[in-house]
C-alpha cells in the first residue's frame, strides 16, 4: 500500500493506487460503467491494467479515496500536452465514489488533489469529459469552478476501426 494522503475529513484519505490495488480498480471500473449504463463494454482485465498501469510504460495513475479505511472511489488520469500552452495537462478519465457514499466529500477531494498534482507538475489544465445526461455531475464540476467546453465535439477511433485508419498510411 503506498503512502496514505490525509485530508481535511478525519474519514477520507487518498493514496495512489499500487500493483496490488489493480483487482480493487477494476472493480471500480466496473462500478462507473455499472452507474453509467456502459457495463457491457468493459473489457479491462486484471492483466491489461497490469500492463497499461504499472507496466513499462504507464500509460496512467490513479488515485484510490479510502473513507473509514474502505477503499470507496478513485481518479485515473494521465498527461496530455497542449500545444497552444506549450505545457502539458492532466485529462481525468474517470472519477468515481461509490453511489452509496457521494455526498461526503470524497470526490471533491479527489478531484481537489488532482489540481495539487497539476500546479505541482506545471500543468496549463485539468480537463475531463461528463456524458450529458450526467446533471448531477454537471452540477458537481461546475460547482467547482469548471466550464464545459462549448463547441467541441469529441471524436472516436477504436477496436478494428484503428486498424482501417493506420492501413490508410501510405
Not at 477520507?12 to 457491457?40: N, Q
Not at 491489461?48 to 479515496?65: C, D, P, Q, W
Not at 496549463?124 to 465535439?153: C, H
Amino acid at each position: 500500500m503506498s503512502e496514505l494522503i490525509k485530508t481535511k475529513n478525519p474519514d477520507v484519505a487518498i493514496r495512489f493506487a499500487t500493483e496490488e490495488d489493480i483487482p480493487l480498480i477494476l472493480g471500480l471500473i466496473r462500478g462507473i460503467a455499472e452507474y453509467e449504463k456502459l457495463l457491457h463494454e468493459v473489457v479491462a482485465t486484471d492483466e491489461v491494467l497490469r500492463n497499461s498501469l504499472f507496466g513499462k510504460t504507464k500509460y496512467a495513475e490513479v488515485l484510490i479515496a479510502d473513507y473509514k479505511n474502505e477503499s470507496v472511489g478513485f481518479a485515473l488520469f494521465f498527461h496530455n500536452f497542449s500545444t497552444f500552452l506549450g505545457k502539458p495537462g492532466i485529462y481525468l478519465e474517470d472519477l468515481f465514489v461509490k453511489p452509496e457514499l457521494r455526498g461526503k466529500g470524497i470526490g471533491k477531494i479527489l478531484l481537489t488533489y488532482i489540481g495539487k498534482i497539476a500546479i505541482k507538475r506545471d500543468c496549463g489544465r485539468v480537463e475531463w469529459s461528463v456524458l450529458d445526461w450526467n446533471e448531477a455531475a454537471i452540477k458537481f464540476y461546475k460547482n467547482l469552478g469548471a466550464q464545459p467546453m462549448n463547441g467541441w465535439t469529441v471524436f472516436r477511433v477504436m477496436g478494428e476501426s484503428i486498424q482501417k485508419l493506420a492501413d490508410q498510411f501510405d
